[in-house]
Structure formats: structure tokens, C-alpha cells
């Protein structure tokens, strides 16, 4: 049916003037018209397209009406035409019985008793044309419905080499693709209503397999199935594919699977292949796969190391200005407000360094005093401060033989480290427990382990009788900020540090653990070839203890600035440069400092550059280097190097072991 004009009214009124009086009042409302002769003449109309048709009662009795009839019946799903049936005994069933004949040959008839006013025809038209505006609406509906099935079929039936199967809600099959039927051999019309436990095997079938799938489904979304299933003739085939739920207004599910067999069959012959090698082949492959870790794990921490730096570096020349001029205020201000104040904001920025300190530790990034140390000496000197960090229902027991060589190492970092390793053996025995710290010395083969060189080492042992963990929480025990502790009870950067820490001078850490059984850190660290290094005694320097001229350089104004006011604080006279270029200006023209103090990575020059061409020019100058931790590559190690942040105490200890290089204070 094409619907040319399909807004227009067909009117059949022979007799009288009914035919002209209703076209003139359908026209002055804008509605064109078309005025029939007989019913052959109405269904010759509607084939070229109407809105609706006004037909007069004794039309219909005196005519033959199995054309229009025909018309009528054959019209599409969208479509029922709407008839005005114009009577002179009433429009109702009850005072006209022979409008149920109309009725039951026309369909969609309204009935109009005459004589009849003009709005109500009127109404009645615009009615009839809403009408069926709507239908053509529907039509247009369908006929896209219709497009995208089509299109959704034709690419459904054309990926044979895919089974794509509708469920209901049941789990009974609603849809076959080509595919499916040529994997498993059962023809649409045989699968189609059966259940859509059809191609599983007989065992998957007893263990209700195909339900728990639609479960499964249900509950997370989706379920991936690789599993063996069944043709019609009785032979298996590996499907791998997945299930999925249909969309809202339609329950359901939609699974699709391709045919692997010839894949798994040589997974599984390579599988077999493999576990039939010689036990050197598995060695080597097992010890490939702890490389391949390895390598996972230290590409890992290279990666959060290298994001840790440089976020320290700039954290760093943030705390710098912050420490510095709280300092610098502590000592100036007299009223006690000012100072709580004060002394409250320098220990939540001391708080931060040393959170930044135990980031870079685990980044191994963080500036080592490493030295030969008397590692039984540095325990049984802390066992004290361990058994009263533990608490009393803990037993510290030390398992250190005398007389052990000694082992490169940071000794402050180390004892924090232990501490650390105290305070989680601690929280995990709530109850109490025993604490043991043992050590034992091993010599490692070239090969033998693959986070350890060949060599000496001590393996020092942290060991608990707490809660343990299971494998989830040990394999992320290590990761920075993980922590099995409740908010606010610890930063979760403790055994990171511990494991930078082994890591960065040259050993190495590990974890076992048993739920129920307790957890033990063991700790490999290098033996020293050097003397134990006996401590210093270093005297607290005195503010004003030195003078002389300070060529200071840093491309931080903050911090330029704190620095030179503890400088001066100092009795040090400070000129100041904002880059490497500017102070090379200032030496070529003739100013010769006594000190240079300079931040390391600059644009442009580098400290480490700035303080080789000044060394070269002016020997006698003593060089300080100020690294945020993060940048010490290419230092020298010979270069005095100043960390950040700082007070101005650390400054004037710094500059107190340049004092031979510096200028007596009688000099000012």
C-alpha cells in the first residue's frame, strides 16, 4: 500500500446533497476531499492513499461490499483504517441493531447520526486523521524494526564459524545460528525449545552445569566457559566462548562459543609434552620463571622508584622553605603561644620528611651512610628499646652469635628498620607472643639465588608468634601504603622501607608467613671486608661559630631565600644566585667565595658541574652540594652533601667540617 496523499478524506454520500455539504465542511478546515461514486470507486481511492473515509448507512445496505471487504482484511498489521458512517437512526448499538453488521464489516467506524452539526464532523475528522497519523508512525516503527533484524540476522547467520544462542529466561533456546549448527551438528528446528544443556556433555548435565552458568551470569555479569561439549553424533569438541544476559526488555541470555578442539588438543599434547622433560628442563624453566618475577618485580619498583624520586625531590623543596623558616621563627619569637605554635608546625613537617624517608627507601633512593657495622653490638644495644617497644607481653629473645664479621650497612637505618619489624611483630601477637631476632652467616654461590650476587652475608631473622597472613596479604605485603592495620595506626611503608633498604646495599629481604603460626622476615645483608667504623663525637655547633663569603645557589626562591637567612643567623655573609650561569657571571667578576653551597639539579648546569668548574678556578673554596634525595647520581662521593630539608642546625654542622676551609670569625 503506498500512501500518496494519505492525509485526505474519501467521501460516499450518492444521494442528496450530503456528499457536497460534508466535503465543504471537511475543505474549510483545510482537509482535502474526494467525493465517490460507489464502493469500486472508495477501494480505487484507498490504494492511492486516505486519512479516513465518510460513508452514508444505505451505501453499505444496497451495495456489494466484498471488494471493500477484501481491502480491508488485507491491510498490513499496522494499519486500521478509520470509516465515519454517517446514519439517521442513531450512532449506538443499543438504537440501531444493524450497526453491529457495520461494525463487524468495516472495523474502526465511528458513527455519525444526521442531521449532524459541523464540529462535530469536524472533531470527528481531525479524530480520524490523529488516528491515523499514529498508524503511519507505527509503520514507520516497524519497517526499521524490521531493517535492524535483518541486518542483525544476516550478520548472526554469516559468522559461522561462531555459535551465537538466545536463552529465555528458563534457559531454553530461543534462537540457532548457521554457526552453531555447524559446530554441533543439531539443526535449528531441533534446538530451538530444547534446554541449553543440549551440547553439554552428560557429566556437566548431572553436575547442573548449564544452571550454574546462567547463575554465574546473573551474578557477575557474565560467564567465560571453556569446556568440553557435545555434537549430535556424540563426539566432544572444546567450546570456548561466554555467556551473557540479554538486555532489559528482553530476559534472557545470549551465548556465544567457537570450536578450539584442534587448540586445546595441542595445549594439551605441549602440556604433556613438557611435563615428560628431563628434570634439568624443569629446573631451568621453573628457575626462568623466578627470573622472569624477578624481573617483573624490580622493573615494578624501578618504576614506583623512579615516580617516588621525583616526587620526593619535589616534596623536598617544598619542606625545605617550610622547616627552614619555622626554625628560623623558633629561635626568634618570646611568647609561648607563638612558640607552641611553631613547634607543633615544625613536628608535623618533621612528620613528612620522614614519611618521604621511608618512600625512598623502598625506592632504594634514599642517600646511605653506609659503613662497616658490629651488627651484634647494634642489636644488643637496641634490645632494650625493642622489649619496651613490645611491651610486656611479648619475650624478646636474641639468637646473635659473638664475634660475627661485620656488615655493610646504614646503622641508623638499619635500627629502624629492626624497630619497624618489632612494632609489626608487636601489633600481630595482640594476645602476646615471642619476638626472636637470630642471625647466622651464609656464603652464597654464584647462581644460587636470584635476587642475591655470590658473596658473604649475614641473614638476620625477625620472626613472631602472631596472627600470620595468608597468601593474598603476603604477596602484597611489600607494596608501599598496603597496610592489614586500621586508619591512623601506621603509614603501610614499613616493610617497604625494610625491603629498599636490603635491597639498595646489595641484599636482599624476604617473608614467610602462616595464618595461625606467626611471620618471619628474614634479611640478607653483605659482609663488610673493612674495620668496624668506630662512632664520632660531634659536638652541637654554636651559632655565629663561623664566618665568611657564601656563594649561594639554588633555582628556588623560597628556598634560596630560608637558606640565606640561616646563613646569615650564621655570621656568614651570602651572595645570592638563582642559576648555575648566574654564578659563574658572578666569580668571572671577581668574587671568590669561601663556601659554595648549590642545589644539584638545576636547568641548565648541574651543582655537581657548577662545583667542578669552581673547584677548578678556585681551589680553596669549600664546595657543599643541597640534594633532594632523589637527584644524588653523579655526586662525587668525596662532595660534602647536605639533604633536604634541613634546620639551620644541620646546616651549621655541615659547614662546621668545612671549617678548615673556611674563614676565621675574627675575619667579620
Given at each position: ?535 664520632e663525637d660531634k659536638a652541637e655547633p654554636s651559632a655565629n661559630s663561623h664566618c665568611g663569603a657564601v656563594l649561594l645557589v639554588d633555582d628556588e626562591p623560597l628556598i634560596r631565600m630560608s637558606t640565606a637567612l640561616m646563613l646569615g643567623d650564621l ?98
Amino acid at each position: 500500500m503506498n500512501e500518496t496523499q494519505p492525509e485526505r478524506a474519501l467521501v460516499l454520500a450518492p444521494h442528496g446533497r450530503d456528499a457536497a455539504v460534508a466535503a465543504g465542511m471537511l475543505g474549510e478546515t483545510g482537509v482535502a476531499s474526494v467525493i465517490c461514486k460507489d464502493i469500486q470507486g472508495v477501494v480505487a481511492e484507498l490504494a492511492r492513499g486516505a486519512g479516513f473515509a465518510v460513508i452514508t448507512e444505505e451505501v453499505l445496505v444496497s451495495s456489494d461490499l466484498r471488494a471493500l471487504k477484501l481491502w480491508i482484511n488485507e491491510q498490513p498489521e499496522w494499519s486500521d483504517f478509520p470509516f465515519v458512517l454517517l446514519t439517521r437512526r442513531g450512532g449506538g448499538l443499543e438504537r440501531n441493531p444493524s450497526a453491529a453488521r457495520h461494525l463487524e464489516t468495516l472495523g474502526n467506524v465511528t458513527f455519525l447520526e444526521r442531521p449532524f452539526h459541523p464540529t462535530t464532523l469536524i472533531s470527528l475528522a481531525q479524530s480520524a486523521l490523529r488516528g491515523r497519523q499514529r498508524q503511519y508512525e507505527a509503520r514507520a516503527r516497524l519497517e526499521d524494526l524490521k531493517h535492524s533484524e535483518a541486518r542483525y540476522r544476516q550478520i548472526v547467520e554469516g559468522a559461522e564459524d561462531f555459535a551465537i544462542v538466545t536463552m529465555n529466561e528458563g534457559g531454553f533456546i530461543t534462537s540457532w545460528n548457521a554457526g552453531a549448527e555447524r559446530i554441533t551438528q543439531f539443526t535449528e528446528a531441533e534446538a530451538v525449545g530444547a534446554h541449553g544443556g543440549l551440547f553439554f556433555t552428560p557429566e556437566d548435565r548431572a553436575a547442573h552445569v548449564p544452571d550454574l552458568e546462567m547463575e554465574r551470569t546473573d551474578r557477575e555479569g557474565r560467564a567465560v566457559n571453556e569446556r568440553w561439549h557435545i555434537r549430535k553424533d556424540g563426539t566432544r569438541f572444546w567450546g570456548s566462548g561466554l555467556m551473557m544476559p540479554l538486555d532489559a526488555a528482553e530476559l534472557g541470555y545470549l551465548k556465544i562459543f567457537r570450536d578450539r578442539t584442534a587448540e586445546h588438543v595441542a595445549d594439551v599434547a605441549v602440556r604433556e609434552l613438557n611435563e615428560t622433560l628431563e628434570d634439568r628442563v624443569k629446573a631451568r624453566t621453573a628457575e626462568l620463571e623466578q627470573t622472569q618475577e624477578a624481573l617483573r618485580q624490580s622493573q615494578k619498583m624501578e618504576a614506583m622508584g623512579t615516580l617516588t624520586g621525583g616526587v620526593a625531590h619535589d616534596f623536598n623543596n617544598l619542606l625545605t622553605p617550610i622547616i627552614g623558616s619555622l626554625d628560623l621563627l623558633q629561635r626568634r619569637v618570646s611568647g609561648d603561644r607563638e612558640i607552641r605554635l611553631i613547634e607543633g608546625a615544625l613536628q608535623s613537617a618533621e612528620r613528612a620528611k620522614t614519611l618521604v624517608q621511608r618512600l625512598l627507601a623502598f625506592a632504594r633512593r634514599q642517600p646511605l651512610q653506609a659503613k662497616s657495622v658490629d651488627l651484634a653490638g647494634l642489636i644488643e644495644n637496641m634490645a632494650e628499646l625493642v622489649a619496651s617497644t613490645s611491651g610486656p607481653r611479648v619475650s624478646v629473645k636474641l639468637k646473635i652469635p659473638p664475634n660475627f664479621p661485620p656488615v655493610h650497612t646504614d646503622p641508623h637505618q638499619l635500627e629502624m628498620a629492626i624497630l619497624n619489624l618489632a612494632v609489626n611483630a608487636r601489633d600481630a601477637m595482640p594476645h602476646g607472643g615471642t619476638l626472636t631476632l637470630a642471625a647466622t652467616e651464609e656464603t652464597v654461590l654464584a647462581g644460587e639465588r636470584v635476587d642475591l650476587g655470590p658473596g658473604r652475608f649475614i641473614h638476620l631473622q625477625v620472626a613472631d608468634t602472631g596472627n600470620g597472613m595468608d597468601k593474598g596479604t603476603l604477596a602484597k605485603a611489600v607494596e608501599p601504603f598496603f597496610s592489614t592495620k586500621g586508619v591512623g595506626q601506621g603509614t603501610g611503608l614499613g616493610l617497604s622501607m625494610v625491603h629498599g633498604l636490603a635491597a639498595q646495599l646489595g641484599g636482599s629481604m624476604r617473608i614467610s608467613s602462616e595464618v595461625g603460626v606467626g611471620t618471619s622476615v628474614d634479611l640478607w645483608l653483605p659482609v663488610s671486608g673493612e674495620q668496624v667504623s668506630l662512632p664520632e663525637d660531634k659536638a652541637e655547633p654554636s651559632a655565629n661559630s663561623h664566618c665568611g663569603a657564601v656563594l649561594l645557589v639554588d633555582d628556588e626562591p623560597l628556598i634560596r631565600m630560608s637558606t640565606a637567612l640561616m646563613l646569615g643567623d650564621l655570621g656568614y655573609c651570602v651572595t645570592e644566585a638563582s642559576s648555575a650561569e648566574a654564578a659563574l657571571e658572578i666569580i668571572a667578576e671577581g668574587f671568590v667565595p669561601d663556601v659554595l653551597i648549590t642545589d644539584h639539579l638545576m636547568p641548565g648546569i648541574t651543582g655537581t658541574e657548577l662545583a667542578g668548574r669552581v673547584r677548578a678556578q678556585s681551589p680553596e673554596t669549600s664546595i657543599l652540594i643541597v640534594s633532594g634525595y632523589a637527584d644524588v647520581e653523579g655526586i662525587a662521593p668525596d662532595v660534602p652533601r647536605l639533604t633536604k630539608p634541613f634546620r639551620e642546625s644541620d646546616l651549621a654542622r655541615m659547614l662546621e667540617e668545612l671549617s678548615p676551609h673556611t674563614r676565621p670569625a675574627a675575619s667579620v
